[in-house]
């Protein structure tokens, strides 16, 4: 039975030499299957022996039928947001410390991509987050968040003053460091960090996490996804404020500007081998303890 995924798109984690071993691994691996290899512009220059032309990652999402990320969750998190605005399924290999996305170890590389590339796997799809900075009726930033969306305060050590809609009906003004707006796959990243739950991957739910609110009664909130939020700056002066979409930062956020964030018209693909479970993975990367005796 032929392979769902004849054309294979490689990306790995940016400047790091230390995974050479491992995407040379994976090249040979598919290269020996038959598959058609298509490899970012950087992880082609650590694959030795090999005359490839890499491509920039922005354009593998639309040559291939698969993209293996190599790294952390960084790394998938760049082939996400790639990947957003089309239906090419993302696989991980784990070469993080943490890793919640990318399931595969490089010791298991092969027996595990065995069963995948042959059909034997689960999907999941993973909601994302739209992020519009509108200014004067203009919106002059978009960025896509497979993680979240966080309002920090910047270079200042005051606390910003922030206002807070859903669907247009207004929740609440805080004082705060910020807000931090997340998926059910950014409960697990810095949203748990800053003490809110942790949802699971299926539930069509958001998650909003004050970051050091200045009224302790102001806690983390759970809201259905398919919601409007809109965040405004209450201070009567210039503030300095900083927008970031899974760390890629938005600067210049000023006092007058609005944050629009809603559900992003298409979901990325995860695939994982056929036996994840994600309580396993909650258990293993955060050291819960095991099965009672």
């Not at 090999?50 to 999402?61: K, T, Y």
């Not at 990320?69 to 996400?80: E, R």
């Amino acid at each position: 039975m032929p392979s769902p995924f004849q054309r294979i798109g490689i990306i790995g984690k940016c400047g790091d030499p230390g995974i050479a071993a491992t995407l040379n691994e994976l090249f040979r691996y598919l290269k020996t299957r038959g598959h058609d290899i298509v490899v970012d512009s950087q992880s082609a220059e650590l694959i030795s022996g090999e005359d490839i032309n890499g491509v920039h990652i922005e354009r593998l999402p639309e040559l291939c039928d698969l993209i293996i990320a190599v790294g952390g969750d960084g790394t998938f998190l760049a082939a996400a947001r790639a990947a957003a605005d089309f239906e090419t399924p993302l696989l991980g290999v784990n070469l993080g410390r943490l890793g919640f996305l990318v399931d595969i170890s490089p010791e298991q590389l092969s027996s595990r991509l065995d069963k995948i590339l042959a059909g034997e796997f689960k999907s999941e799809q993973r909601q994302l987050l739209s992020t519009h900075i509108i200014r004067d009726h203009e919106i002059i930033h978009q960025q896509t968040a497979v993680n979240e969306v966080v309002v920090h305060r910047w270079v200042t050590p005051s606390m910003i003053e922030i206002v807070t809609s859903i669907d247009g009906v207004y929740l609440n003004t805080q004082r705060s460091d910020g807000l931090i707006v997340a998926t059910p796959t950014g409960s697990t990243a810095y949203s748990l960090s800053a003490g809110g739950p942790i949802l699971h991957p299926a539930l069509n739910a958001l998650v909003l996490v004050p970051l050091n609110p200045h009224t302790l009664s102001n806690r983390p909130i759970v809201i259905d996804d398919n919601v409007v939020i809109e965040i405004r700056f209450s201070q009567t002066k210039q503030i300095n404020a900083l927008v970031t979409c899974d760390h890629m930062e938005i600067p210049d956020v000023r006092i007058n500007d609005k944050i629009v964030i809603k559900k992003a018209a298409k979901p990325i693909k995860i695939l994982h081998p056929a036996d994840h479970d994600f309580f396993h993975t909650l258990r293993s990367k955060l050291n819960w303890s095991g099965y009672p005796a």
